[in-house]
């Protein structure tokens, strides 16, 4: 089946540097989502996001589905931002998300 | 409030027993999952579903079992034949068959076995 990397696996941030985070994929997907996981397991979610590039505040976005990766930026991190961020892929003929092991991000105050 | 909810939030399971676990959402979606996560690691599929009465195994799917009666509800049973079922179940929904869709998760079910 396909492969979910992500990197890096543990990722400590003094409060308001600036991250990017990544996703490596192993074959063609038809989706790929970015979720944040809170500290008592809730999944939230960030960006659908199979090509191409979205911003939400200070968060964004950049698929680059011909080369198979995608990256989450983070700017002016705040600890609210700690957890988990997971990515998501749908691989093509097959209808269900398969997920990277994550990225854990602490930021500190 | 729209959403999907898991119950319980805790559970506790003996060795051999079965137990089932709740989800339902009232966003009327048609597709539902179900996925496992273990302590430090990324979310396993066990079951999903696109649509009423028809649900499909995962990457994981021994020892358990699901059903898909009613749109809003995709209940999970951990069956005694699961060696390992200490772990954080999350249920989600997405819209409908289309693959430009957004999975929207539950609040999550912790199993431990005594």
């Known amino acids: 089946g396909i492969q979910v990397e992500q990197s890096p696996p543990d990722l400590i941030l003094q409060e308001g540097a600036n991250s990017t985070l990544r996703c490596n994929f192993s074959?063609?997907?038809?989706?790929l989502q970015w979720f944040h996981q809170n500290p008592w397991g809730q999944l939230i979610n960030l960006f659908y996001?199979?090509?191409g590039t979205k911003q939400n505040g200070r968060l964004s976005a950049t698929t680059v589905a011909t080369e198979r990766y995608s990256l989450l930026y983070i700017s002016s991190s705040q600890t609210t931002d700690s957890g988990v961020y997971f990515c998501?892929?749908?691989?093509?003929?097959?209808?269900?998300?398969?997920f990277g092991s994550g990225t854990r991000l602490q930021v500190q105050p | 409030d729209g959403g999907i909810t898991q119950s319980p939030k805790y559970l506790f399971r003996k060795e051999g027993q079965n137990v089932t676990l709740s989800c339902e959402q009232n966003?009327?979606?048609?597709?539902m999952y179900w996925y496992r996560q273990d302590p430090g690691q990324g979310l396993r599929l066990i079951y999903y579903?696109?649509?009423?009465?028809?649900?499909q195994k995962g990457d994981i799917a021994e020892g358990y079992s699901v059903s898909r009666e009613k749109k809003e509800s995709f209940p999970l049973t951990v069956t005694s034949a699961q060696k390992n079922p200490t772990a954080f179940y999350l249920c989600?929904?997405?819209?409908?068959?289309?693959?430009?869709?957004?999975?929207?998760f539950g609040p999550g079910t912790r199993l431990l076995v005594l």
């Open positions: 989600a929904s997405s819209p409908g068959l289309a693959a430009q869709e957004t999975q929207y």
């Open positions: 074959d063609s997907v038809n989706n």
């Open positions: 996001i199979p090509s």
């Open positions: 998501a892929v749908e691989p093509t003929g097959r209808r269900a998300l398969t």
């Open positions: 966003l009327n979606h048609d597709a």
């Open positions: 579903s696109q649509i009423v009465n028809d649900f």
